[in-house]
């Protein structure tokens, strides 16, 4: 059974830091893993998606990398603004099947003016 | 190019009763995923429906149910509300194959009095 742990569970930092947010899961036989941000009791915006053959996206001031065999994904982001502040959740796709999608529990970021 | 939206955004049920939530699947994707998301927790998954057939069901009781129409969006069945069904309920659209990338409604937020 797959599990996925997001540490730290909550991050507090001043505006215009770099920082990272770490992601762990137990089964290494994945198909992607995805990155989102959640803002209070709203959906998902998808951030930033990796295959499993890669080893890094970036889009803008985020950079997200990918090492299967060890894993860990981590998820950086360049220069925090205040409009950074939200809960970043990573999600792991199984290869097989029909693919099941594990989330963790998710890192609330506070970015501080 | 519509995005995923789902209806309601809220809803306030009392134990025992039935609750049917929507979605629509954004244009081109054929799959349709259905998630739990208590309060500070990661989304759960329920189910996903494919071309109108379920094919990956979570943890969940029978009582979860779920369609999948010909135009792919979805409806999300739950029979004999209970307290702790209150959550925040996401739909997922994806294309299977390819990349499988996940792109979420804004959710329903469900209260069980």
């Known amino acids: 059974k797959q599990e996925v742990t997001q540490i730290p569970a909550a991050l507090s930092v001043p505006e215009g830091e770099n920082l990272v947010l770490n992601c762990s899961f137990t089964?290494?036989?994945?198909?992607?893993l995805q990155w989102f941000r959640q803002d209070p009791g709203k959906g998902l915006t998808s951030l930033l998606l990796i295959q499993s053959s890669q080893r890094e996206q970036t889009s803008g001031r985020l950079n997200a990398s990918l090492d299967k065999s060890s894993g860990r994904s981590t998820l950086y982001i360049a220069a925090s603004q205040p409009g950074d502040s939200a809960t970043y959740l990573c999600a792991v796709r199984k290869t097989g099947g029909y693919q099941k999608v594990t989330f963790g529990t998710g890192t609330k970021l506070q970015v501080i003016p | 190019e519509t995005g995923v939206t789902q209806s309601p955004t809220h809803l306030i049920k009392t134990r025992g009763q039935q609750v049917t939530l929507r979605c629509s699947s954004q244009?081109?994707?054929?799959?349709v995923s259905w998630y739990q998301q208590a309060l500070g927790q990661g989304p759960q998954f329920i189910f996903q429906y494919y071309r109108e057939e379920e094919n990956g069901r979570g943890n969940f009781p029978p009582r979860f149910s779920g369609l999948q129409f010909p135009n792919y969006s979805s409806e999300l069945n739950v029979n004999a509300l209970e307290l702790d069904d209150s959550a925040l309920y996401l739909c997922a659209s994806s294309q299977q194959g390819g990349y499988n990338e996940q792109f979420f409604g804004p959710g329903t937020r469900l209260t069980v009095l």
């Open positions: 244009s081109g994707h054929n799959t």
């Open positions: 089964d290494s036989a994945i198909y992607n």
